[in-house]
């Protein structure tokens, strides 16, 4: 039986391209849950989790099964962040962004993969870990030796085959947060029994790293379908902080939210808005 997931982190209104997300993984699988994504202890709020699911309601959606909310669900990323430590796959970072940056910039900074690699390597120092604040990374050169390229299967058939450089030694725990989306989304979707993720084009960056976390944890492998992202008509992403395209904004203006939902379906888009090309 095929399962879906929509899985919206509540740091703002649905926009239309939430909404067409929304609606192709509907759509697309006889089961589709939602999964609030609200690790993210700066961005996220309540308030915006009222309206996720009152725009859901508004354009005629109704998901299978309870809401899933990652804040309620920290052990069990504790567990999967445990597991891979258990291997020695991950290591306690102590840089900042800062840190970060200027290593980077530094002449023999390896700025293609976004860290340096500082804190790889380090002798483990447990009062040092027990006294400041770190994040934990994966060591994706002994995560690739253990598993493999990995690589994943589009809804049409294709497949991509991971590049190293795609993957890099991605964070998986912060500092001010539990777990990282890349963790939390594997584990999710492997409790949720999810065979087909549906999200935008945008987000096909983060399947790299973590198709390789659900090798590292026997989790088992969905398809994908990444979508094409909606724009306005002039090409401008939609952004969160736009007013226009959210979701609430249009049922304020009287637009019929389940009329919406059935163009949508049909790759129709109302007038002032465009995919972006591939
Ligand atoms: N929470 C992510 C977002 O709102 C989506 C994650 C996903 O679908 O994998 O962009």
């Known amino acids: 039986m095929s399962v879906s997931r929509f899985a919206p982190s509540p740091t703002g209104r649905l926009h239309l391209g939430h909404a067409y997300s929304a609606v192709l993984g509907r759509r697309a699988a006889a089961t589709w849950r939602v999964r609030l994504e609200d690790l993210d202890p700066t961005r996220s709020r309540p308030e915006f989790v009222d309206g996720i699911l009152e725009d859901l309601a508004w354009l005629g ?105 795609q993957i890099g030694d991605a964070i998986l725990a912060r500092k001010d947060a539990p777990a990282s989306y890349h963790l939390a989304c594997v584990v999710d979707d492997a409790a949720s029994d999810v065979t087909l993720v549906v999200r935008g084009q945008d987000l096909r960056l983060s399947t790299p790293v973590q198709r390789l976390l659900q090798l590292l944890l026997g989790l088992r492998e969905p398809t994908y379908l990444h979508h094409r992202l909606v724009t306005h008509d ?23 939210g389940p009329a919406l939902a059935e163009a949508l379906a049909k790759d129709c888009l109302p007038s002032g808005f465009r995919f972006a090309s591939a």
């Open 61 to 165: 959606l109704a998901a299978d099964g309870d809401l899933l909310v990652q804040s309620r669900r920290l052990r069990l990323y504790a567990d999967a962040l445990e597991q891979l430590r258990g291997e020695g796959l991950v290591y306690p970072c102590f840089c900042t962004r800062a840190d970060i940056a200027a290593s980077l910039t530094a002449p023999h900074g390896d700025a293609a993969s976004g860290y340096p690699g500082t804190c790889r390597g380090l002798a483990d120092d447990p009062a040092r870990r027990s006294s400041t604040p770190h994040s934990w990374r994966l060591d994706s050169g002994k995560a690739l030796d253990l598993a493999g390229q990995p690589s994943w299967t589009e809804v049409d058939g294709r497949i991509f085959v991971a590049r190293p450089h």
């Open 234 to 256: 002039d090409g401008r992403r939609l952004a969160k902080r736009d007013q226009a395209p959210t979701l609430a904004a249009m049922r304020a203006a009287g637009m019929d």
